[in-house]
C-alpha cells in the first residue's frame, strides 16, 4: 500500500467510532419520548457500544495478530454494516441496544486493527504522526456529524442516523476489500491460544511504558465523552436549544479536536510526544476546571458549555495521537493485543463517565461540570505521575 492509501484506510476505520457516537447524539431526547422511555434508558444505546467496543477489541487484535489485519478487518467491517441496518429497522429498545453492542463489535475491529496497521508500518515517532494526520482528517466526522444528524432527526426522525451509518460502513467496507494490503509480516499462529493470549496481555498489562500513555489516553477519552453523553441533554433539554442549532454547537465545539491534532502534528518534531502529551492535558485542565468556576458562578449560558467543549476537545487533539502510538511503542510483536488493551481501557474508563454523567444530569449543570472538571484533574495528573515511565519518543 502507498503511504496516501494507507492513511486514508486508517481514516475510514478510525472515522467510524465518532460517527456511531456522535451522528445520532441530537436524536437521543427524541428517542426517550418516541420509545417513552426516561433519558438514562436511551443511554443504554451508548453506554452498550462503549461495553461492546471495549471488550470486542480483546478479541480482534489477538486475531489480527494471528490471521493478518485485512482479514480481520474486512470481518469486522462487515458485521458492522449488517447491525447498522439492524438498530435502523429495530421495533423497539431492546433491539436498538442490542444492535448498537453488535455494531460496536464491528467498529472496534476497524479501529483496534488499523491502529496495529500503523504500528506495523511505521516508527513510534513516525506513526504518532500518521495518527495526527488521520485524526485531523476524521475530525470531519465529529464535526459535521452532529449538524447532518440534527437534520435527519429533524426531516427523517432517529432511524435515518443509522441508515447513514450503514451507508458510511459500506464505503469503508468497499475500499478495505480493493485497496487494503497485508500489513502484519509475520502472523503469529499461537496468538489466539489460551496461554499465549494471557501472557501477551500480562506482558503488556504489565509494562510501565504502556501506562503512562494508556491511562491518559483513556482518561483524555472520558473528558471527550462526559460531553458525548450528556451535552445533548443540558442543550436542548436544560438550557432550550433547538435541535438544529444544538448540531451546529455542538460541531463548533468538535472544531476543537481538529484544531489540537493540528497543534500536536506541528509539535511532534520539536517537543516529542512527552512534550506534547504535557501540553495537551494543561489544556483539558483549563478546560474542566474553567468550565466548572464558570457554573459556580452562574454562567449558565450554551456559550459557556460549547467554550468548554471546544477547549476539551483541543486538549484530546493533542493528547490522542501521542498516547495512541505511545501505547504501542514497547511492542511491535504484539501490536494487535497491545492496541486492543489500550482500547479497552479507554472504553472502561469512559464508560464509567458516561453512567456517571446519565445519573446526574439536572438543570443546575453543577454536576456535569463537576464530572468535567474531575476528569480534567485526573488527565493532568495522571500524565505527569507516570512521565518516569514513558521513555524518550
Not at 459557556?304 to 514497547?330: D, E, K, R, Y
Amino acid at each position: 500500500m502507498s503511504p496516501a492509501t494507507l492513511l486514508w484506510l486508517v481514516t475510514g476505520c478510525l472515522m467510524l467510532q465518532p460517527l456511531s457516537t456522535d451522528l445520532y447524539l441530537a436524536s437521543l431526547p427524541h428517542m426517550a419520548s418516541d420509545f417513552g422511555v426516561p433519558p438514562s434508558s436511551v443511554q443504554h444505546t451508548l453506554s452498550l457500544f462503549v461495553i461492546g467496543f471495549g471488550t470486542a477489541q480483546l478479541i480482534s487484535g489477538p486475531l489480527s495478530d494471528k490471521y493478518g489485519r485485512r482479514h480481520v478487518i474486512v470481518g469486522g467491517l462487515t458485521l458492522y454494516l449488517l447491525a447498522s441496518i439492524g438498530c435502523a429497522i429495530s421495533p423497539d429498545l431492546n433491539w436498538l441496544v442490542a444492535s448498537r453492542f453488535a455494531q460496536a463489535v464491528g467498529c472496534c475491529t476497524g479501529v483496534v486493527v488499523a491502529r496495529a496497521v500503523v504500528r506495523d508500518v511505521y516508527n513510534p515517532s513516525d506513526g504518532a504522526r500518521v495518527l495526527a494526520k488521520a485524526s485531523s482528517l476524521l475530525s470531519l466526522a465529529p464535526i459535521l456529524g452532529p449538524i447532518v444528524g440534527s437534520y435527519l432527526q429533524v426531516s427523517f426522525g432517529w432511524r435515518a442516523a443509522f441508515v447513514a451509518h450503514a451507508l458510511v460502513g459500506l464505503i469503508v467496507w468497499i475500499a478495505a476489500i480493493k485497496r487494503m494490503k497485508e500489513s502484519n509480516a509475520q502472523p503469529n499462529p499461537n496468538a489466539m491460544a489460551a496461554g499465549e493470549l494471557g501472557k501477551s496481555y500480562a506482558e503488556v498489562f504489565l509494562t510501565p511504558g504502556f501506562w503512562a500513555y494508556a491511562l491518559p489516553g483513556a482518561l483524555s477519552y472520558a473528558s471527550i465523552f462526559v460531553y458525548i453523553s450528556g451535552a445533548s441533554f443540558v442543550l436542548i433539554k436544560g438550557l432550550g436549544v433547538s435541535t438544529e442549532l444544538y448540531g451546529y454547537l455542538f460541531s463548533f465545539g468538535v472544531l476543537g479536536y481538529l484544531s489540537g491534532t493540528l497543534i500536536c502534528r506541528r509539535l511532534l518534531s520539536s517537543h516529542g510526544i512527552q512534550g506534547v502529551l504535557r501540553l495537551g492535558t494543561l489544556v483539558g485542565l483549563v478546560g474542566g476546571v474553567g468550565f466548572l468556576l464558570l457554573i459556580l458562578a452562574d454562567a449558565r449560558h450554551w456559550l459557556v458549555v460549547v467554550a468548554a467543549l471546544f477547549i476539551v476537545m483541543v486538549a484530546h487533539g493533542i493528547n490522542i495521537p501521542c498516547t495512541q502510538s505511545g501505547s504501542l511503542a514497547p511492542f511491535p510483536e504484539k501490536a494487535g493485543a497491545a492496541a486492543a488493551l489500550f482500547g479497552f481501557v479507554m472504553m472502561v474508563v469512559a464508560l464509567v463517565a458516561g453512567i456517571v454523567v446519565s445519573k446526574n444530569l439536572d438543570a443546575t449543570l453543577i454536576p456535569f461540570a463537576s464530572i468535567s472538571a474531575a476528569v480534567s484533574v485526573l488527565l493532568f495528573s495522571s500524565a505527569r505521575l507516570l512521565a518516569k515511565h514513558a521513555g524518550t519518543l
